[in-house]
């Protein structure tokens, strides 16, 4: 089983920045379609951003196109968010996950088979 777990949220100011982290275990990390969703208050679990495993691909919700950067560092491995231009609408909990069986879509939350516990993300106006 692999075990995700994330980092480096926090309150901040908008306009402001945060660097989330995200850290897996297993010794085939690097075969892993990761991603990063976020669920607000009230609302339904969302796609943010997703990196193929080779870390060749990037692919972003239009809500954080050109804001936020997703990458990763397979002989750590781990995968990041940078997150910069912050809005309040950003607020949420931030989920780091992984695909292991490339089935379905990258987009689609039900396609991954491990997840982290989150961090909070606030962005005060």
């Known amino acids: 089983q692999v075990q995700v777990v994330e980092s480096g949220g926090g309150l901040v100011q908008a306009g402001g920045s945060l660097r989330l982290s995200c850290a897996a275990s297993g010794r085939t990390f690097s075969t892993y379609t990761m991603g990063w969703f976020r669920q607000a208050p009230g609302k339904e679990r969302e796609f943010v951003a997703v990196i193929t495993a080779s870390g060749g691909s990037t692919y972003y919700a239009d809500s954080v196109k050109g804001r936020f950067t997703i990458s990763r560092d397979n002989a750590k491995n781990t995968v990041y968010l940078q997150m910069n231009s912050l809005k309040p609408e950003d607020t949420a909990v931030y989920y780091c996950?992984?695909?292991?069986?490339?089935?379905?879509?990258?987009?689609?939350?039900?396609?991954?088979?491990?997840w982290g516990q989150g961090t909070q993300v606030t962005v005060s106006s």
């Open positions: 996950a992984a695909r292991i069986v490339n089935l379905g879509s990258i987009y689609n939350a039900g396609q991954y088979t491990y």
